[in-house]
């Protein structure tokens, strides 16, 4: 419970995206494909900022609550599900745009 309570700041995930730009010459990818990567790439930075900013607030309204009351620890059950949800819809975009990417690419790329 700790590691969800102690002070904590919002860290961008890196794109799953940024590697296949970082070899696109060598993967030989098109100037239309690379345009379409690079908006992919933006895609998932803007929800990672998002989720990771919602995380952030659920996490700041736990501690929160613990202030104001002090038998509990602010992380309930249910708060504890809603930080964990945010993580995972983060897997998820992350997921999503590797796909996303993967279905723009050749398939000898």
């Known amino acids: 419970m700790a590691s969800y309570m102690a002070s904590s700041s919002i860290a961008i995930p890196s794109s799953p995206i940024e590697q296949i ?3 696109a010459e060598a993967l030989g990818v098109t100037v239309e ?3 379409a990567l690079e908006e ?3 895609d998932f930075r803007a ?3 998002r989720l990771g900013g919602e995380r952030e607030l659920l996490l700041i ?3 929160r609550s613990a202030t104001t009351d002090p038998l509990l620890s602010g992380l309930t059950a249910e708060c504890l599900k809603e930080i964990e949800a ?3 819809e983060l897997k998820l975009a992350r997921l999503q745009a590797f796909e ?7 398939s000898d790329q």
Not at 100 to 106: C, E, H, P, Q
Request: hydrophobic letters at 50%; charged letters at 35%; zero cysteines.
């Open 61 to 63: 309204a736990a501690r």
């Open 86 to 88: 945010k993580a995972l």
């Open 100 to 106: 996303r990417a993967r279905n723009i690419l050749f």
């Open 33 to 35: 494909q690379r345009r």
């Open 21 to 23: 730009l970082t070899d």
């Open 40 to 42: 992919i790439d933006l």
């Open 47 to 49: 929800e990672a900022i």
